[in-house]
C-alpha cells in the first residue's frame, strides 16, 4: 500500500532530499497556477477529515474563514498531541517535516493567511529543535516568508513551545497559551474563524491533517477520496501501543479491520494471550470488547456501530489479564489532573470518578458505586465549556456499559477469588490515592503569600486589566 | 541541568536580543511570556518568585499575570528539582507495560518520593503523564529533555549511575 505520509524515503527531514522527491512542488504548483479558493474546492472535494480528533471536513473549516484583508489571519498547527496513546505527530516531525509545513503553507494560501504558528508540546523537546531547524531550512530556500517563490504570497511561520498541560490541544486552549495567558478554554461562540488569536480570524489544524495537504494537491482530490472509507478516505497514522508485540505507528488506509493492525503489522497480542479489551483512539474514546474489536474497521464511520470514534487513531490493546478498573481509574487520574478547573462539572467531576474509582480498586467499593459513577459521568458529558469533559466522561461511563461484570467481581468483598493481576499494575508506592499533591500546595500556597505581601507594597506592580 | 538554590535573576546582553527576538515573532509581548518563562528555567533550573517578577518587567506585565502562567503549566518548575529530575510516565500504554514497576524501583532506589530531592541534590523524581512515546513504554524523560525508551530495573540501574558521573 502507497504511503501518503511516512514514505519509505530515508532521511526525508533533509530538505534536499524532500525536493529532490519533488518536495515543494505543491506549493510551487497552487502559487503558479491556482487561485486560493480553488485549493480550498480541491481539499473539500478530497472528503480530507481533521486528524486531531473531531474528524471535522478540513476544506469545510476553511470555507468558515472571511476572505479579503481587513484583518489579519492566523493559522495554528496543533501539534500539542498529549492524549494519551497518541502519538503520531511526532513521527512526522521526525520522518516527514517538511510535507507538514508545506501543508501549512498551502492552507495558508488558500485562506489568505499571513502568519502561522506551530504549537508544540514542552515534552517534545528533540522534535521542537528539529522543528526550528526545518522552519529555518525553509526560509534559507525562500518557502517561506516574503513574496515566496517571486509570487505576491506572504507568511511567516513559529515553533511555539508548550509547557505540560494536555487542555492546551483543545483549539481555544491553545489560542490562549499562544497568547501568553494560562490555557484556559473559551466558550463558543465566537468560533476561531471569526475571533480566534488576538482577536483576529484563526483557523487551527492537527499536523498530521496538513501534511495530508500536499499530495491532495499533487494528485488530486479524486485520488485522494478513493483511498480507504470514501466516507472518511486517506489513510490515518495508527499509532498502537499496550500488549502487542510490536508497538508502533502505522500508516494504513482508514477502513483497515482492526484485527489486522493488530495480527499483521503489530505481530498479535504479547505471550499469545486473548485480548479483553481495546481503545480505538486514545484514552478519552469509548473502548471495544473482544467481540466488537474482532468486527471493528478502523474509520470514524465504522466505530460509531460500537458507540466508538477514531480520536486521534491511537490504538491502546489490553489483553485477557488487564485489570480493567485499574486501567480506568489511571485514565481518570489523568483526566482530573488535566482539568483547568473552569467548569464546577469537569472540576469536580473528574474527582468524584477518581474519588470512586480509588476506593473501588481500593477493595472498599460499595454497591451502588457503579451507577454513582454513571451518573456522575453523565452530569459532566455535554455540560462544560470544551469538550475534555466529555473525553473524562466517556470512558468511565462506556467500560462500565461493556464490562460491568468487571466492576462488579471488584466491589464483591471475596478478594480473594480476583485472578492473580497483570503484576506490572498497580500505583505509586508511596502516596496511595492522595488526590491533594501536598508538595504542590505548600509551594503554591507560598507563592500567593508572596504575591499578597506585593500586593500591600505600593511600589509593586500588580493587577491591571 | 544547572539548579541554583536562590539566584538573583538577570539576563546578559545575548539573552536579552533573543527575549527581543521572542517578544517580535508576536503582535503582543504577553506571548512571550511563555518563551522568556523557558529561558530562565533553562538558566536556573528553577522559576522563583523573582523570576516571575523579572519576567514581568521584561514583557511589562503585572506580576500576577505570570504567576499565573507559571503556575499553569507543569513543565515549568517552582521549587528547584534535583540536577538530574526523572519524569516518569505511568499513564496508560505506561502503566500496562510496567511503569509503575519503574517509578516504585526509582523512588525506592533513590529513597524520594513524588517530586522530592535526594539530599545530595543529584536526583529527583516526578510521576508524569502520557509523554507521547507509548510505542516504547515504559519510558521517563530526564530534565524535560531525553527520552529513554523501553526501560527495564536493570537499565534504570544503569541510567542513574550513569548520571551520577555525569558532572
Ligand atoms: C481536551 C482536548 C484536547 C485536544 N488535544 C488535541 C491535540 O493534542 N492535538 C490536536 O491536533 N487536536 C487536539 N484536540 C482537538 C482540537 O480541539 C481541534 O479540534 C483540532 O486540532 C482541529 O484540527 P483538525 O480539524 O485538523 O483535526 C483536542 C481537543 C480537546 C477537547
Ligand atoms: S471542560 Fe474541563 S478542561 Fe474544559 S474548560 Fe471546563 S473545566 Fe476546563
Ligand atoms: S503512556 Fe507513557 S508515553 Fe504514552
Same mark, same amino acid.
Given at each position: 500500500?502507497?504511503?501518503?505520509?511516512?514514505?519509505?524515503?530515508?532521511?526525508?527531514?533533509?530538505?534536499?532530499?524532500?525536493?529532490?522527491?519533488?518536495?515543494?512542488?505543491?506549493?510551487?504548483?497552487?502559487?503558479?497556477?491556482?487561485?486560493?479558493?480553488?485549493?480550498?474546492?480541491?481539499?473539500?472535494?478530497?472528503?480530507?477529515?481533521?486528524?486531531?480528533?473531531?474528524?471535522?471536513?478540513?476544506?469545510?473549516?476553511?470555507?468558515?474563514?472571511?476572505?479579503?484583508?481587513?484583518?489579519?489571519?492566523?493559522?495554528?498547527?496543533?501539534?500539542?498531541?498529549?492524549?494519551?496513546?497518541?502519538?503520531?505527530?511526532?513521527?512526522?516531525?521526525?520522518?516527514?517535516?517538511?510535507?507538514?509545513?508545506?501543508?501549512?503553507?498551502?492552507?495558508?494560501?488558500?485562506?489568505?493567511?499571513?502568519?502561522?504558528?506551530?504549537?508544540?508540546?514542552?515534552?517534545?523537546?528533540?522534535?521542537?529543535?528539529?522543528?526550528?531547524?526545518?522552519?529555518?531550512?525553509?526560509?534559507?530556500?525562500?518557502?517561506?516568508?516574503?513574496?515566496?517563490?517571486?509570487?505576491?504570497?506572504?507568511?511567516?511561520?513559529?515553533?511555539?513551545?508548550?509547557?505540560?498541560?494536555?487542555?492546551?490541544?483543545?483549539?481555544?486552549?491553545?489560542?490562549?497559551?499562544?497568547?501568553?495567558?494560562?490555557?484556559?478554554?473559551?466558550?463558543?461562540?465566537?468560533?476561531?474563524?471569526?475571533?480566534?488569536?488576538?482577536?483576529?480570524?484563526?483557523?487551527?489544524?492537527?499536523?498530521?491533517?496538513?501534511?495530508?495537504?500536499?499530495?491532495?494537491?499533487?494528485?488530486?482530490?479524486?485520488?485522494?477520496?478513493?483511498?480507504?472509507?470514501?466516507?472518511?478516505?486517506?489513510?490515518?497514522?495508527?499509532?498502537?501501543?499496550?500488549?502487542?508485540?510490536?508497538?508502533?505507528?502505522?500508516?494504513?488506509?482508514?477502513?483497515?479491520?482492526?484485527?489486522?493492525?493488530?495480527?499483521?503489522?503489530?505481530?498479535?497480542?504479547?505471550?499469545?494471550?486473548?485480548?479483553?479489551?481495546?481503545?480505538?483512539?486514545?484514552?478519552?474514546?469509548?473502548?471495544?470488547?473482544?467481540?466488537?474489536?474482532?468486527?471493528?474497521?478502523?474509520?470514524?464511520?465504522?466505530?460509531?456501530?460500537?458507540?466508538?470514534?477514531?480520536?486521534?487513531?491511537?490504538?491502546?490493546?489490553?489483553?485477557?489479564?488487564?485489570?480493567?478498573?485499574?486501567?480506568?481509574?489511571?485514565?481518570?487520574?489523568?483526566?482530573?489532573?488535566?482539568?483547568?478547573?473552569?467548569?464546577?462539572?469537569?472540576?469536580?467531576?473528574?474527582?468524584?470518578?477518581?474519588?470512586?474509582?480509588?476506593?473501588?480498586?481500593?477493595?472498599?467499593?460499595?454497591?451502588?458505586?457503579?451507577?454513582?459513577?454513571?451518573?456522575?459521568?453523565?452530569?459532566?458529558?455535554?455540560?462544560?465549556?470544551?469538550?475534555?469533559?466529555?473525553?473524562?466522561?466517556?470512558?468511565?461511563?462506556?467500560?462500565?456499559?461493556?464490562?460491568?461484570?468487571?466492576?462488579?467481581?471488584?466491589?464483591?468483598?471475596?478478594?480473594?477469588?480476583?485472578?492473580?493481576?497483570?503484576?506490572?499494575?498497580?500505583?505509586?508506592?508511596?502516596?496511595?490515592?492522595?488526590?491533594?499533591?501536598?508538595?504542590?500546595?505548600?509551594?503554591?500556597?507560598?507563592?500567593?503569600?508572596?504575591?499578597?505581601?506585593?500586593?500591600?507594597?505600593?511600589?509593586?506592580?500588580?493587577?491591571?486589566? | 541541568?544547572?539548579?541554583?538554590?536562590?539566584?538573583?535573576?538577570?539576563?546578559?546582553?545575548?539573552?536579552?536580543?533573543?527575549?527581543?527576538?521572542?517578544?517580535?515573532?508576536?503582535?503582543?509581548?504577553?506571548?512571550?511570556?511563555?518563551?522568556?518563562?523557558?529561558?530562565?528555567?533553562?538558566?536556573?533550573?528553577?522559576?522563583?518568585?523573582?523570576?516571575?517578577?523579572?519576567?514581568?518587567?521584561?514583557?511589562?506585565?503585572?506580576?500576577?499575570?505570570?504567576?499565573?502562567?507559571?503556575?499553569?503549566?507543569?513543565?515549568?518548575?517552582?521549587?528547584?528539582?534535583?540536577?538530574?529530575? *526523572? !519524569? @516518569?510516565?505511568?499513564?496508560?500504554?505506561?502503566?500496562?507495560?510496567?511503569?509503575?514497576? +519503574?517509578?516504585?524501583? /526509582?523512588? &525506592?532506589?533513590?529513597?524520594?518520593?513524588?517530586?522530592?530531592?535526594?539530599?545530595?541534590?543529584?536526583?529527583?523524581?516526578?510521576?508524569?503523564?502520557?509523554?507521547?512515546?507509548?510505542?516504547?513504554?515504559?519510558? *521517563? !524523560? @530526564?530534565?524535560?529533555?531525553?527520552?529513554?525508551?523501553?526501560?527495564?530495573?536493570?537499565? +534504570?540501574?544503569?541510567? /542513574?549511575? &550513569?548520571?551520577?558521573?555525569?558532572?
Amino acid at each position: 500500500m502507497e504511503k501518503i505520509i511516512l514514505k519509505d524515503i530515508p532521511n526525508l527531514d533533509n530538505i534536499d532530499v524532500y525536493i529532490s522527491n519533488s518536495g515543494y512542488s505543491a506549493l510551487k504548483k497552487v502559487l503558479t497556477s491556482l487561485k486560493p479558493e480553488e485549493v480550498t474546492e480541491e481539499v473539500k472535494k478530497s472528503g480530507l477529515r481533521g486528524r486531531g480528533g473531531a474528524c471535522f471536513y478540513t476544506g469545510v473549516k476553511w470555507t468558515f474563514m472571511p476572505k479579503g484583508n481587513d484583518k489579519p489571519k492566523f493559522l495554528c498547527c496543533n501539534g500539542d498531541e498529549s492524549e494519551p496513546g497518541s502519538f503520531k505527530d511526532r513521527e512526522i516531525f521526525e520522518k516527514n517535516p517538511h510535507q507538514f509545513i508545506e501543508g501549512a503553507l498551502i492552507a495558508a494560501y488558500a485562506m489568505g493567511i499571513g502568519k502561522i504558528y506551530v504549537y508544540i508540546r514542552g515534552e517534545y523537546w528533540k522534535w521542537i529543535n528539529i522543528m526550528e531547524e526545518c522552519v529555518a531550512d525553509a526560509y534559507k530556500k525562500g518557502f517561506i516568508g516574503k513574496n515566496i517563490l517571486g509570487s505576491d504570497f506572504s507568511v511567516d511561520m513559529y515553533v511555539h513551545k508548550g509547557a505540560g498541560a494536555y487542555i492546551c490541544g483543545e483549539e481555544s486552549s491553545l489560542m490562549n497559551s499562544l497568547e501568553g495567558k494560562r490555557g484556559y478554554p473559551r466558550v463558543k461562540p465566537p468560533f476561531p474563524a471569526s475571533f480566534g488569536v488576538w482577536g483576529n480570524p484563526t483557523t487551527i489544524n492537527n499536523i498530521e491533517t496538513l501534511a495530508n495537504v500536499p499530495e491532495i494537491i499533487n494528485k488530486g482530490a479524486e485520488w485522494f477520496s478513493k483511498i480507504g472509507n470514501p466516507k472518511h478516505p486517506g489513510t490515518l497514522l495508527f499509532g498502537v501501543s499496550g500488549h502487542v508485540n510490536k508497538p508502533g505507528v502505522y500508516e494504513l488506509p482508514t477502513g483497515t479491520p482492526l484485527m489486522t493492525i493488530i495480527n499483521d503489522y503489530c505481530g498479535g497480542v504479547t505471550n499469545g494471550k486473548q485480548i479483553k479489551m481495546v481503545i480505538p483512539g486514545g484514552s478519552s474514546m469509548p473502548p471495544l470488547t473482544r467481540e466488537e474489536a474482532e468486527k471493528a474497521l478502523m474509520d470514524n464511520e465504522n466505530l460509531r456501530e460500537f458507540n466508538t470514534f477514531i480520536g486521534t487513531a491511537g490504538i491502546i490493546v489490553m489483553n485477557e489479564d488487564t485489570d480493567i478498573v485499574d486501567v480506568i481509574r489511571r485514565i481518570s487520574k489523568f483526566y482530573y489532573h488535566e482539568s483547568c478547573g473552569q467548569c464546577t462539572p469537569c472540576r469536580e467531576g473528574t474527582g468524584w470518578m477518581l474519588k470512586v474509582l480509588d476506593r473501588i480498586c481500593k477493595g472498599e467499593g460499595k454497591k451502588n458505586d457503579i451507577d454513582l459513577l454513571v451518573s456522575v459521568a453523565e452530569n459532566i458529558e455535554g455540560n462544560t465549556i470544551c469538550a475534555l469533559g466529555d473525553a473524562a466522561a466517556w470512558p468511565v461511563k462506556w467500560t462500565i456499559k461493556k464490562f460491568r461484570n468487571e466492576f462488579e467481581k471488584k466491589i464483591k468483598d471475596d478478594k480473594s477469588k480476583l485472578p492473580v493481576l497483570n503484576k506490572v499494575h498497580g500505583l505509586r508506592k508511596s502516596e496511595e490515592y492522595n488526590l491533594i499533591d501536598e508538595d504542590e500546595l505548600t509551594v503554591t500556597k507560598n507563592l500567593f503569600g508572596k504575591v499578597q505581601e506585593n500586593i500591600n507594597n505600593p511600589d509593586v506592580k500588580r493587577f491591571s486589566s | 541541568m544547572e539548579v541554583k538554590q536562590n539566584y538573583i535573576p538577570a539576563f546578559d546582553e545575548n539573552e536579552l536580543k533573543q527575549v527581543q527576538l521572542h517578544i517580535s515573532k508576536y503582535p503582543k509581548p504577553m506571548a512571550a511570556v511563555m518563551p522568556v518563562l523557558w529561558m530562565i528555567q533553562d538558566k536556573y533550573g528553577w522559576i522563583s518568585i523573582e523570576a516571575m517578577k523579572y519576567t514581568g518587567d521584561l514583557l511589562g506585565l503585572p506580576y500576577d499575570h505570570v504567576l499565573g502562567v507559571a503556575t499553569f503549566y507543569t513543565m515549568y518548575f517552582k521549587k528547584p528539582m534535583g540536577k538530574h529530575h *526523572l !519524569q @516518569v510516565c505511568t499513564n496508560v500504554s505506561c502503566m500496562l507495560r510496567g511503569g509503575y514497576e +519503574i517509578y516504585n524501583h /526509582i523512588s &525506592d532506589k533513590l529513597g524520594i518520593k513524588n517530586k522530592e530531592v535526594t539530599a545530595d541534590g543529584m536526583f529527583s523524581i516526578e510521576e508524569v503523564e502520557c509523554l507521547g512515546s507509548c510505542a516504547t513504554a515504559p519510558m *521517563l !524523560q @530526564v530534565n524535560n529533555r531525553e527520552f529513554y525508551e523501553n526501560l527495564t530495573t536493570q537499565s +534504570i540501574d544503569k541510567l /542513574i549511575d &550513569d548520571l551520577r558521573k555525569t558532572v
